[in-house]
């Protein structure tokens, strides 16, 4: 890789071995316009937790979705995001989203905290279950996977934090042996974290994924999409609270 400055600058004629210049650890205007360049090449996505529930990604994002597990006829972000229910014991409570994150070999379900738990609305569930296809050339081929939120009493999961304090968002390990068999998915990974000191205008682009009021492609069993704009400062507490705030229509849509 050859820089070669203006000539206002004065500066002379550097090389740099390609990788060297591609690497994470390499900051800068030059390596980020052509890491934006690469990445527009690359289906991508990126985002965080949504606190009305489903999952907002920044479009465009800035990296592919970590270790695809299948290449099937539906956008990576549809197959990283899931259908889950809640259960007392036998008794279904309420439907919510979550999406997979995966860190090294290990892999989690990341969702909002009141859907573990939330004594305000006296909810209270004890397990939970979330959707997985299983056949890569057939869509509509589904299974659910049971997954217990506690054991002797005490919680299988965490409640996410930030500096002011406990948010709405809650993460618990999924026993990769105790998937289905042939489960079909995609994960976020580290890379799609934010970094210290990346901003996100007001007004930008977002996508929600999600199921509104459990509206969704029954029969390919994905997620709808809708567009929104980030309409509060993003990385400070809106009113106090964990959460940013969009402007979106994220209600059922009739068809």
């Known amino acids: 890789m ?26 800068g205007r030059e390596h980020d316009a ?6 527009g090449l690359i289906p991508s996505a990126s985002g965080s937790a949504h606190p009305g529930g489903g999952f907002v990604a920044s479009r465009p994002g800035a990296e592919g979705l970590a270790q695809p ?11 990283a995001v899931t259908r889950v229910c809640t259960f007392a014991q036998e008794r279904r409570l309420t439907n919510a989203n979550g999406f997979f994150f995966q860190q090294g070999t290990r892999l989690f379900l990341v969702i909002s905290r009141h ?10 569930p004890d397990r939970l279950e979330i959707e997985f296809h299983v056949d890569a050339e057939n869509l509509a081929a589904a299974t659910w996977l049971s997954i217990p ?6 919680p299988l999961w965490r409640q996410g934090t930030d500096d002011g ?13 105790a998937l289905p068999a ?27 994924v999600g199921f509104p009021l459990g509206f969704h492609d029954s029969l390919h069993h994905l997620p709808v999409v809708r567009q929104g704009v980030l309409a509060s400062a993003f990385g400070l507490r809106f009113q106090g609270k964990g959460c940013f705030v969009t402007d979106a229509r994220t209600h059922r849509v009739v068809v």
């Open 2 to 27: 050859r820089q070669v400055p203006n000539a206002a600058s004065a500066g002379t004629v550097s090389e740099l071995a390609v990788g060297a210049f591609l690497s994470p650890d390499r900051r």
């Open 34 to 39: 052509l890491m934006d360049l690469v990445s």
């Open 69 to 79: 597990h299948v290449q099937v006829g539906a956008d990576a972000l549809l197959l």
């Open 115 to 124: 859907v573990m738990f939330d004594a305000s609305g006296e909810h209270f």
């Open 149 to 154: 939120l506690y054991t002797a009493g005490h």
């Open 165 to 177: 304090g406990a948010i709405d968002v809650a993460v618990i390990e999924l026993d990769r042996a």
């Open 182 to 208: 042939g489960a079909k998915f995609q994960g976020f990974g580290p890379g799609h974290l934010p970094r210290p000191g990346d901003a996100m205008p007001i007004g930008a682009s977002l996508l929600i």
